[in-house]
């Protein structure tokens, strides 16, 4: 089955730092994506925990929320044919390790705490995710 779907994308703190904006988004209109909407934000505690609510109880969850208001991200909803699984496969694994060549992650990553891109995991979290950025 073919879905018409939104995504949202975030391009984490160590992206934008690396300087990858413009290759993510290049990556995501080349392959015939649409970028509806798009902002350069940083975000605060209440926002990074809401975001990330799902992983309240990993040891990993602090790290992961001081990263993530390390510093600039840009997030975006991104539309297309799958565009929730598409982008996921663009991104790669969540551990760069195993995150193929060719993901951004694959191409780009080497830390599993750093890891360049966040992508909506399902149609029911891009929803839930482009409310929290997006209000809508
Ligand atoms: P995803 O970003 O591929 O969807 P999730 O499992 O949802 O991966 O984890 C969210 C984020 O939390 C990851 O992208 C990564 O930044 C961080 N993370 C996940 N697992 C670990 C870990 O084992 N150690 C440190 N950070 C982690
Ligand atoms: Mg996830």
Redesign the pocket.
Known sequence: MIFLEKTFLMI?PDGVGKKLVGEVLGRIERRGLVIEEMKLMRLDKEMAEEH?A??RD?P?FD??IN?VISGAVVAMVVSGKNAVSVIRKM?G???PFEAEPGTIRGDFALD????IV??S?SAESAKREILLFFGE
């Open positions: 984490k990330y799902q992983h990993q990993f790290d992961l990263y991104i694994a969540t551990n599993v705490s750093e890891n966040h992508g995991d």
